[in-house]
């Protein structure tokens, strides 16, 4: 499986954006996609999976959205009310393991990676 993440940008608090992760490969649907997100010197964190059901990281819940289009091999992340705090590389990963799904070092397959940038 190969992963693209895109959509990330500079934006200002209080905007929207949505990433998008496109995967090439087969048996997408099986996967378990997340999001995770890696500010400057600081560990790679938890944001979201989906398996069918999906979850948040607390802290994000209520501004953060995971969805995924199987039809299109494509995960989404809509992010709403950003703030500066938000500011990471943001990464989208798979696995066909549903355990340690809030761990990154759990995961096979890893994109490259979409900068968002929040100004205040």
């Known amino acids: 499986v190969q992963l693209q993440a895109s959509g990330g940008g500079l934006v200002q608090a209080g905007d929207s954006l949505r990433l998008s992760c496109a995967a090439s490969?087969?048996?997408?649907?099986?996967?378990?996609l997340s999001w995770f997100r890696q500010a400057p010197g600081k560990e790679r964190e938890f944001v979201a999976w989906?398996?069918?059901?999906?979850y948040y990281v607390d802290s994000l819940k209520g501004r953060f959205s995971i969805s995924r289009d199987n039809a299109k091999n494509t995960v989404y992340l809509q992010m709403n009310s950003l703030k500066p705090e938000d500011t990471a590389v943001y990464y989208c990963?798979?696995?066909?393991?549903?355990?340690?799904?809030?761990?990154?070092?759990?995961?096979?397959?890893w994109g490259q990676g979409t900068e968002v940038t929040v100004s205040s």
């Open positions: 989906s398996t069918g059901n999906t």
């Open positions: 490969g087969r048996a997408f649907s099986t996967y378990a």
């Open positions: 990963g798979a696995k066909q393991c549903t355990d340690g799904l809030r761990e990154w070092q759990h995961y096979d397959y």
